[in-house]
């Protein structure tokens, strides 16, 4: 018996074990899924960490960001994105929510603004909301204009950014912010003194309007440079308007040289300026009817002569034109006309169709409208307005028709990109020639030489910012020439003349 059960023993132990591969495969099992729960938990930390306190996890949230890039083994072909630039470390005094208000291109330059008092103040910006209520009623919102991710990670280095408020901070949990508005052009010292003690008592400040609230002059280098920045460097559109816009420019490119014409004579801004000049009486109370039917425009009667004669008013498609052949451009030069809806249409644009019939290059059916979605674009003037922008910065010349927000920001980009030629109207002395020459007192010739000479040092040429001491609204405008940008140096004379200061005391 013994005999018999040793060699039973003995095939046993020859038989392979059944349960080892069931063993292995579980330890295989369970080693995934205790890899699958680390990463898991090391990213939702991260997440966590990021939130809460921005800047305690910031190395190891770098070295997680390196580990993942290598394991992906991205193919060669697909360029990698530039390195984040290591975030700037600083304690937070509080969170700065802000709602621009205006057009897209007053809330652009809100929104600079807005980053360099949270940079000054030490605070954590939420992107900014955009403007949904005004005249435009665009529903557009910060990430359908412009690119988050961008505008988060290019600026790391100097202002923490985040999307949204932490959850013990927002509305549904009960919190309520400090609401109000900041007082417009205002210095260093008012935020300083007047806005940055409010956050000892209020975690949340919310701005709920933004335009024009920080000054043009006596900011500190630094801030007029990260102006600058988030302008030209952090405010990035989001790669479908890129796109578009960039397919606008090279098939305007490919047909030559181009004038981009901001010709601003929508039914708003005819409404809101009281300008008739060339209007039917019809269409002049059709305007006035508007003005009255938004209570928040003051100023209601408005004699219309008045305004035109004092340079207040856009030039008319009429008079651009009469402009336009004064300063010499031929009649085959190509032009796209920057602009919304033209207030009377295809008749005000007539004379300027007749002298330059390449009108947004229709000769070469080249027109914005042909390459967008009507539904997706409808009522989305903002995004409109942003393919205009930069259209308007990539042309041959730059002409605008009046000098509102758009055509500043673009005078200034254009600066910046090494002074692109910019002809800037000067409305009030081509009101004067027009009326002359309308009543034959000037002759053509007469007419085409004065204006010529007017315009000689209105072409976007380098030159200082203008400073009117205690009036801000009528210096020149920061982001129309944002001369501390505009070289390295701390002393600037050597671009911009050394006799070419334009301070009025």
Not at 256 to 266: I, N, P, Q
């Given at each position: 018996?013994?005999?018999?059960?040793?060699?039973?023993?003995?095939?046993?132990?020859?038989?392979?074990?059944?349960?080892?591969?069931?063993?292995?495969?579980?330890?295989?099992?369970?080693?995934?899924?205790?890899?699958?729960?680390?990463?898991?938990?090391?990213?939702?930390?991260?997440?966590?960490?990021?939130?809460?306190?921005?800047?305690?996890?910031?190395?190891?949230?770098?070295?997680?960001?390196?580990?993942?890039?290598?394991?992906?083994?991205?193919?060669?072909?697909?360029?990698?994105?530039?390195?984040?630039?290591?975030?700037?470390?600083?304690?937070?005094?509080?969170?700065?929510?802000?709602?621009?208000?205006?057009?897209?291109?007053?809330?652009?330059?809100?929104?600079?603004?807005?980053?360099?008092?949270?940079?000054?103040?030490?605070?954590?910006?939420?992107?900014?909301?955009?403007?949904?209520?005004?005249?435009?009623?665009?529903?557009?919102?910060?990430?359908?204009?412009?690119?988050?991710?961008?505008?988060?990670?290019?600026?790391?280095?100097?202002?923490?950014?985040?999307?949204?408020?932490?959850?013990?901070?927002?509305?549904?949990?009960?919190?309520?912010?400090?609401?109000?508005?900041?007082?417009?052009?205002?210095?260093?010292?008012?935020?300083?003194?007047?806005?940055?003690?409010?956050?000892?008592?209020?975690?949340?400040?919310?701005?709920?309007?933004?335009?024009?609230?920080?000054?043009?002059?006596?900011?500190?280098?630094?801030?007029?440079?990260?102006?600058?920045?988030?302008?030209?460097?952090?405010?990035?559109?989001?790669?479908?308007?890129?796109?578009?816009?960039?397919?606008?420019?090279?098939?305007?490119?490919?047909?030559?040289?181009?004038?981009?014409?901001?010709?601003?004579?929508?039914?708003?801004?005819?409404?809101?300026?009281?300008?008739?000049?060339?209007?039917?009486?019809?269409?002049?109370?059709?305007?006035?009817?508007?003005?009255?039917?938004?209570?928040?425009?003051?100023?209601?009667?408005?004699?219309?002569?008045?305004?035109?004669?004092?340079?207040?008013?856009?030039?008319?498609?009429?008079?651009?034109?009469?402009?336009?052949?004064?300063?010499?451009?031929?009649?085959?030069?190509?032009?796209?006309?920057?602009?919304?809806?033209?207030?009377?249409?295809?008749?005000?644009?007539?004379?300027?169709?007749?002298?330059?019939?390449?009108?947004?290059?229709?000769?070469?059916?080249?027109?914005?409208?042909?390459?967008?979605?009507?539904?997706?674009?409808q009522n989305h003037s903002s995004q409109m307005a942003a393919l205009d922008f930069m259209v308007s910065i990539a042309?041959?010349?730059?002409?605008?028709?009046?000098?509102?927000?758009?055509?500043?920001?673009?005078?200034?980009?254009?600066?910046?990109?090494?002074?692109?030629?910019?002809?800037?109207?000067?409305?009030?002395?081509?009101?004067?020639l027009l009326d002359l020459h309308h009543n034959g007192t000037l002759s053509w010739n007469e007419f085409s030489v004065?204006?010529?000479?007017?315009?000689?040092?209105?072409?976007?040429?380098?030159?200082?910012?203008?400073?009117?001491?205690?009036?801000?609204?009528?210096?020149?405008?920061?982001?129309?020439?944002?001369q501390e940008c505009l070289c390295d140096r701390t002393n600037c004379d050597d671009l911009l003349g050394p006799g070419?200061?334009?301070?009025?005391?």
């Open positions: 018996m013994e005999g018999r059960s040793e060699v039973l023993q003995s095939r046993c132990d020859k038989l392979p074990s059944p349960t080892l591969p069931r063993t292995r495969l579980q330890v295989w099992f369970i080693r995934v899924c205790s890899s699958i729960l680390l990463w898991t938990c090391l990213v939702q930390l991260v997440a966590v960490g990021e939130l809460w306190h921005p800047h305690l996890l910031t190395g190891l949230s770098n070295h997680l960001t390196r580990i993942t890039h290598f394991s992906l083994h991205v193919e060669e072909a697909v360029p990698s994105p530039p390195p984040l630039l290591p975030a700037r470390k600083y304690i937070s005094n509080g969170y700065l929510k802000v709602s621009c208000n205006g057009g897209l291109n007053q809330m652009r330059a809100a929104i600079c603004d807005m980053v360099a008092v949270a940079r000054l103040l030490n605070l954590t910006l939420v992107v900014p909301q955009l403007d949904k209520t005004s005249f435009w009623a665009d529903p557009s919102d910060f990430g359908d204009i412009f690119d988050v991710r961008h505008f988060i990670d290019s600026l790391r280095d100097e202002v923490h950014i985040v999307k949204r408020l932490p959850k013990r901070l927002n509305r549904k949990s009960g919190y309520q912010p400090l609401m109000m508005p900041p007082v417009s052009w205002s210095s260093e010292k008012y935020y300083m003194q007047q806005i940055l003690p409010l956050f000892s008592k209020y975690k949340v400040i919310h701005f709920n309007k933004t335009d024009a609230r920080l000054t043009n002059n006596g900011l500190s280098l630094d801030l007029q440079k990260l102006r600058c920045r988030v302008n030209y460097q952090g405010l990035k559109f989001t790669p479908r308007i890129e796109a578009l816009g960039n397919k606008l420019v090279r098939i305007l490119q490919g047909k030559g040289s181009f004038v981009a014409l901001h010709l601003r004579y929508e039914m708003d801004m005819l409404a809101f300026s009281g300008c008739t000049h060339g209007c039917t009486v019809e269409e002049a109370e059709e305007l006035k009817r508007m003005r009255y039917a938004y209570p928040w425009w003051r100023e209601k009667e408005i004699v219309s002569e008045e305004r035109r004669s004092q340079g207040l008013c856009p030039l008319t498609p009429e008079e651009a034109a009469l402009v336009l052949q004064a300063l010499g451009f031929e009649k085959d030069t190509q032009i796209y006309i920057a602009s919304g809806e033209i207030y009377g249409s295809e008749r005000r644009l007539a004379a300027l169709r007749d002298k330059f019939p390449i009108i947004d290059g229709l000769h070469f059916q080249v027109k914005k409208e042909m390459l967008l979605d009507p539904e997706q674009f042309s041959s010349i730059f002409i605008p028709t009046y000098d509102g927000n758009m055509a500043k920001l673009v005078e200034g980009h254009r600066r910046y990109l090494g002074f692109r030629k910019t002809i800037l109207p000067d409305r009030r002395r081509l009101v004067e004065a204006v010529r000479l007017v315009h000689e040092k209105r072409m976007g040429q380098p030159r200082r910012r203008r400073v009117i001491v205690d009036k801000p609204k009528e210096e020149d405008y920061f982001y129309a020439n944002p070419n200061s334009s301070a009025i005391h």
